[in-house]
């Protein structure tokens, strides 16, 4: 009896610890959907999350959380946002957004002239790249664009489907929406580094690189290649501007620029008008066009951006965006090469210093991910890292080694700073 009551209060803990792992591992099953960058599927699945979620930190005092930084969700930004208080609110009466239409002297007819006109603007601002005679094609976040210029360049009559290829690590999305439809037009064939040149191909080049934030040029160099220019990154809190870019196809996202994901807003910059329109036949085909209401929003966020550098005087106090992102970005990159460098499990990649056209400052590229590799005996980083309650994607996803994570470097900063203080731990305990 005696024996019993000394072991009652070992097994409560024990319990709560269970409880509180399952409920861990439960949401992490919530979230984890092959790969795909997006959180969940449904409401219900949502809410469930939600509630799991409100669990896990009612047990948070027995044992820790799980951090899940697999995602690169934005909400980094918020902090930013709200201290611009009403500045981007936008007012919409019932009466506007009824019609499919917004230009229909445009090519691109669901294309809001406001936004185009915010998008140009932002452009010309930052210098990272040319809009002039370039088509603007707006759609659903810049997942559907990526879609959409698949459609307008591969042939709608070749034998053979396109094969579409990117030097790994990959964005791990490519090969799941490529060969999500199992197409007639296109298909995936893998790392681009080791793509045989004889066939027809569109190589994506993604710069700086999701995951690895590498600088990126095409690495075929086949002459029957077609190019795609996946700029979501592209922006001075994460990298130099140090040229105005100027391909034939180059894709830009809120999700990544403003840290407005929820929006699901991107455009392409697009060199030729037949492009273009076929761009433009596959959204209308898709899903009739793009959310105006969504658009204007982004309209009036791009806009307030501009302004915090050419209207300083209405922001008193507010850091212009970009200078608040890479500032944000610099502290969340030395905290994180501070934890890494306390012992020798992990490593990071390095990134050359260039200065930024746009602020004049000088700095390496600080990535929306880290790229990190688990050293020594550890081959499997990411069932490492998720055994310490911190979720990150796996480099299998990205077409490389399992030595390798993704980790977001956007998640609100609490979130961050609690990844920090695991990591460093488990450095400075210096391998399991
Ligand atoms: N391309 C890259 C390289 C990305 O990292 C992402 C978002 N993770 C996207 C495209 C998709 O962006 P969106 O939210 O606009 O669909």
């Known amino acids: 009896m005696m024996r019993n009551q000394k072991f009652m209060p070992a097994i409560k803990h024990l319990l709560v610890i269970s409880i509180a792992i399952?409920?861990?591992?439960?949401?992490?099953?919530?979230?984890?959907?092959?790969?795909?960058?997006?959180?969940?599927?449904?409401?219900?699945?949502?809410r469930?999350?939600?509630?799991?979620?409100?669990?896990?930190?009612?047990?948070?005092?027995?044992?820790?959380?799980?951090?899940?930084?697999?995602?690169?969700?934005?909400?980094?930004?918020?902090?930013?946002?709200?201290?611009?208080?009403?500045?981007?609110?936008?007012?919409?009466?019932?009466?506007?957004?009824?019609?499919?239409?917004?230009?229909?002297?445009?090519?691109?007819?669901?294309?809001?002239?406001?936004?185009?006109?915010?998008?140009t603007r932002l452009h010309n601002l930052v210098g990272n790249a040319q809009t002039r005679s370039y088509h603007i094609v707006v759609g659903t976040g810049s997942t559907q664009l990526f879609q959409a210029a698949l459609y307008a360049l591969c042939p709608s009559n070749a034998p053979e489907p396109m094969s579409i290829v990117s030097a790994a690590p990959f964005y791990s999305s490519y090969?799941?929406?490529?060969?999500?439809?199992?197409?007639?037009?296109?298909?995936?064939?893998?790392?681009?580094?080791?793509?045989?040149?004889?066939?027809?191909?569109?190589?994506?080049?993604?710069?700086?690189?999701?995951?690895?934030?590498?600088i990126r040029q095409a690495v075929v160099n086949g002459s029957g290649g077609i190019l795609v220019h996946d700029l979501a990154y592209y922006w001075p809190q994460y990298t130099p501007i140090s040229f105005q870019a100027d391909h034939d196809i180059m894709l830009f996202t809120v999700s990544k620029s403003t840290g407005h994901a929820g929006i699901r807003i991107g455009w392409a910059l697009v060199k030729d008008k037949e492009v273009a329109k076929k761009m433009t036949k596959f959204i209308e085909i898709?899903?009739?066009?793009?959310?105006?209401?969504?658009?204007?929003?982004?309209?009036?966020?791009?806009?307030?951006?501009?302004?915090?550098?050419?209207?300083?005087?209405?922001?008193?106090?507010?850091?212009?965006?970009?200078?608040?992102?890479?500032?944000?970005?610099?502290?969340?990159?030395?905290?994180?090469?501070?934890?890494?460098?306390?012992?020798?499990?992990?490593?990071?990649?390095?990134?050359?210093?260039?200065?930024?056209?746009?602020?004049?400052?000088?700095?390496?590229?600080?990535?929306?991910?880290?790229?990190?590799?688990?050293?020594?005996a550890v081959n499997d980083c990411e069932s490492f890292l998720r055994k310490h309650k911190i979720l990150t994607r796996s480099g299998t996803q990205f077409g490389s080694s399992k030595r390798y994570v993704r980790i977001s470097l956007i998640s609100h900063k609490e979130e961050y700073d609690e990844f920090i203080q695991r990591l460093s731990l488990l450095s400075s305990m210096d391998t399991p």
């Open 22 to 46: 399952n409920a861990g591992l439960v949401l992490k099953l919530l979230h984890d959907n092959n790969g795909h960058e997006w959180a969940t599927n449904g409401m219900n699945e949502v």
């Open 48 to 119: 469930v999350a939600k509630d799991v979620f409100h669990g896990v930190q009612n047990l948070s005092r027995a044992t820790d959380q799980y951090i899940n930084l697999d995602h690169g969700d934005p909400t980094m930004y918020e902090v930013y946002w709200k201290q611009m208080g009403d500045r981007t609110t936008l007012v919409l009466s019932g009466w506007q957004s009824i019609s499919y239409f917004s230009d229909t002297k445009n090519h691109c007819w669901f294309l809001e002239p406001s936004f185009a006109n915010a998008v």
């Open 175 to 214: 090969p799941l929406i490529i060969d999500c439809l199992k197409s007639g037009l296109y298909k995936w064939k893998g790392d681009a580094s080791k793509f045989n040149k004889g066939e027809p191909y569109i190589e994506l080049v993604t710069s700086p690189n999701n995951p690895d934030g590498s």
């Open 286 to 376: 898709s899903s009739i066009g793009v959310s105006k209401d969504s658009q204007l929003r982004a309209a009036k966020i791009l806009d307030v951006i501009a302004d915090t550098y050419e209207h300083t005087e209405k922001f008193d106090k507010v850091k212009p965006f970009f200078h608040y992102g890479n500032n944000e970005m610099a502290r969340r990159w030395k905290q994180l090469r501070s934890a890494v460098n306390k012992g020798q499990t992990f490593s990071l990649p390095d990134f050359p210093v260039e200065k930024c056209n746009f602020s004049g400052q000088r700095f390496g590229t600080q990535p929306a991910f880290a790229w990190l590799k688990c050293e020594k």
